[in-house]
């Protein structure tokens, strides 16, 4: 059992300010991404060298599913912390064959379910209620059946220094990504308050997310 980074997850109270936060953070232009029909949300992306980020928002022209959204979009919550800006709030890391990897895990990812956008097909782990697992820090498991969109970025020299994760109970999640064998991106487990930070870099400028 394998798995490995395949996005950030950044949420914003709509799309169009969460583009322009970014772009002017980092100083280089994302890139289209589109519509997500079964979740009436849509985003923009960004390659992180072989990775990549995406600016997600809930669409005003979708008609509202009858279930909650991913990413905890739907809260309360959630939008009490997008209307403070922008935030990295989840992680996605991909895996060769899902129904292995949700028994393997020692934690509940949710249920699998088959997703698009355009030519996009990916089935991805996402819990019934629509919350981020373990408050965000556990990832959702990705499987691609459709070449992953980072293949089709172009460059922006912009690569993922280290991803910091911060929960009260890290041997938890350790054991976690343990059980997925997560391997190949610098992370950080560190006791505190649930969250997420990402130390990305470009051209020898460094920013923080």
């Known amino acids: 059992m394998t798995a490995h980074l395949d996005h950030l997850v950044v949420a914003a109270a709509d799309l169009a300010s969460g583009q322009a936060w970014m772009e002017e953070k980092l100083g280089i232009a994302m890139q289209p991404g589109g519509e997500h029909a079964y979740f009436g949300t849509h985003n923009t992306l960004l390659g992180l060298q072989g990775n990549y980020l995406e600016v997600i928002a809930v669409n005003p022209a979708a008609v509202a599913p009858p279930y909650p959204r991913w990413f905890g979009l739907d809260t309360p919550e959630m939008r009490r912390r997008l209307s403070a800006g922008p935030a990295l709030i989840h992680w996605v890391v991909t ?6 990897a949700l028994r393997a895990s020692a934690e509940d990812h949710g249920q699998a379910l088959a997703l698009s956008r355009g030519n996009n097909r990916w089935q991805l782990s996402v819990p019934p209620d629509g919350a981020l697992p373990l408050g965000g820090v556990l990832p959702s498991l990705i499987e691609w059946e459709s070449v992953s969109p980072a293949t089709r970025l172009s ?11 911060t929960t009260p ?9 343990g059980t997925l064998g997560f391997t190949g991106t610098p992370l950080s487990i560190e006791e505190g308050p649930t969250g997420l930070a990402a130390t990305l870099s470009m051209n020898g400028a460094e920013f923080r997310l």
């Open 95 to 100: 895996v060769q064959n899902m129904s292995a």
């Open 155 to 165: 460059d922006a020299a912009l690569r993922l220094e280290r991803l910091t994760l």
């Open 169 to 177: 109970d890290p041997a938890r999640l350790e054991r976690a990504l």
